[in-house]
Nanobody
Framework: QVQLVESGGGLVQAGDSLRLSCISS????????MGWFRQGPGKEREFVAS????????RFADSVKGRFTISRDNNKNTVYLQMNSLQPQDTAVYYC???????????????????WGQGTQVTVSS
């Protein structure tokens, strides 16, 4: 079992930046692909970004490509989502997710990830 706790959300204005963090605990010795998803008001939960277990490869949704970056520090059991040039359409609850997987493919479906955090709210005002 892995427990995930997100932090760093808040209320910002369009054009601002935020950095989300996700700390994992529990069976952290295993290799995990980490993903960020978001769920806006009245919308389905959607993929935002993923990073392989060693940080060697990342993938992003088209809607955030060029604005968001994902990184991880395995010594701290933490994955980050740096969000720049935020727009009102980025308003959502952001979730961190973990998938026990040490390969190089990227998984972008929510059902691929067995472990989830509780989410952190990001609100972007215009």
């Amino acid at each position: 079992q892995v427990q995930l706790v997100e932090s760093g959300g808040g209320l910002v204005q369009a054009g601002d930046s935020l950095r989300l963090s996700c700390i994992s605990s529990g069976r952290t010795r295993s290799a995990y692909m980490m993903g960020w998803f978001r769920q806006g008001p009245g919308k389905e939960r959607e993929f935002v970004a993923s990073i392989t277990w060693n940080g060697g490869s990342t993938r992003f949704a088209d809607s955030v490509k060029g604005r968001f970056t994902i990184s991880r520090d395995n010594n701290k059991n933490t994955v980050y989502l740096q969000m720049n040039s935020l727009q009102p359409q980025d308003t959502a609850v952001y979730y961190c997710a973990a998938l026990p997987y040490s390969g190089s493919l990227h998984y972008i479906r929510r059902e691929d990830y067995p472990y989830w955090g509780q989410g952190t709210q990001v609100t972007v005002s215009s």
